[in-house]
């Protein structure tokens, strides 16, 4: 079963960037599906972003237009780039791969959007 460790995480002032890494520990190239997910203290998880082995992506439309996934099969990674980062984008952000009906999660990452 594929490991995931995330990376990236962090403070920021409003208006900011940062871009999280989600390195697996074995070739992504065929998984099916990986994906971001955060959790903001006293709500629920959400998905933000989530991109297939044919590198078809989907966005959030709270995020649209400001977060990007990506991925490096060569890398064996998946990136998510956030610009114009806002107060509500503070959570964990949180890495899934899955193939069906195995999913694995990261351990997550802290990102604090703050002045």
């Known amino acids: 079963q594929v490991q995931l460790v995330e990376s990236g995480g962090g403070l920021v002032q409003p208006g900011g960037s940062l871009r999280l890494s989600c390195a697996a520990s074995?070739?992504?190239?065929?998984?099916?599906?990986m994906a971001w997910y955060r959790q903001a203290p006293g709500k629920q998880r959400e998905l933000v972003a989530r991109i297939s082995s044919s590198a078809i992506t989907y966005v959030a439309d709270s995020v649209k237009g400001r977060f990007t996934i990506s991925r490096d099969n060569t890398k064996n990674t998946v990136y998510l780039q956030m610009n114009s980062l806002k107060p509500e984008d503070t959570a964990v952000y949180s890495c899934?791969?899955?193939?069906?009906?195995?999913?694995?999660w990261g351990q997550g990452t802290q990102v604090t959007v703050s002045s």
């Open positions: 899934l791969a899955t193939n069906g009906p195995v999913v694995t």
């Open positions: 074995r070739s992504i190239f065929n998984i099916y599906l």
